[in-house]
């Protein structure tokens, strides 16, 4: 069995991380799960690694948001000459 703790909020990210962190049965932030030791829980574990801790092995928290989907700026301090 493998441990793995949900550490980080999957909002504001792909819609295939989230589903990755939903498919493992988390609900909660900072819920723990037992969950089964196969290659398939691996690789979604794998997956999302940013946003779930294993134990056994180190997490830490993303420096920067390399997954979250990128968001148009605004032009409205700009096109009124400031």
């Known amino acids: 069995m493998i ?3 949900w550490r980080k909020s999957a909002i ?3 819609e295939e991380i989230r589903a990755g962190v939903q498919a493992l049965g988390f609900r909660k932030l900072n819920q723990t799960r037992e969950l ?3 290659p398939a829980v691996r690789g979604m574990l794998k997956k ?3 946003l779930v801790a294993v134990d056994g092995q180190p997490w ?3 420096r ?3 997954y979250k ?3 148009a700026r605004s032009n409205k301090k700009h096109a009124r000459g400031r």
């Open 12 to 14: 504001g990210y792909a």
């Open 69 to 71: 989907l990128p968001r």
């Open 48 to 50: 999302v690694d940013f």
């Open 60 to 62: 830490r928290p993303p």
């Open 64 to 66: 920067r948001a390399r």
């Open 36 to 38: 089964p030791d196969t």
């Open 3 to 5: 441990r793995a703790t």
